[in-house]
């Protein structure tokens, strides 16, 4: 049994989309699909990689937004906590 996939259906979230596009790999990867839904799902998956791509430049912009335009480079918390002795 195959079961359809979704097609032009925006996911919920970025994490759902990375889900999704995870499954749909390990799917095709297993050469098992037949040829259609093989279609099918490389057509999900390049749906899949542009609204993951969009996300991400949707908050690369507010990062910028929020540092006035500049991005910083990032400091883990160990640098943080020598700056404040």
């Known amino acids: 049994m195959s079961k359809k996939l979704p097609t032009n259906v925006t996911p919920a979230s ?21 040829l259609e839904a093989s279609v099918t799902a490389y057509q999900r998956g390049s749906e899949l990689i542009k ?3 969009s996300q991400l430049e949707k908050v690369e912009q507010q990062v910028k ?7 910083k480079p ?9 700056d404040l002795t």
């Open 14 to 34: 970025f994490e759902s989309a990375m889900t999704e596009l995870s499954e749909l790999v390990s799917q095709m990867e297993t050469g098992q699909l037949p």
């Open 51 to 53: 609204y993951c791509a």
């Open 65 to 71: 937004i929020l540092d006035a335009g500049m991005l």
């Open 74 to 82: 990032f400091q883990s918390d160990s640098n943080h906590d020598e």
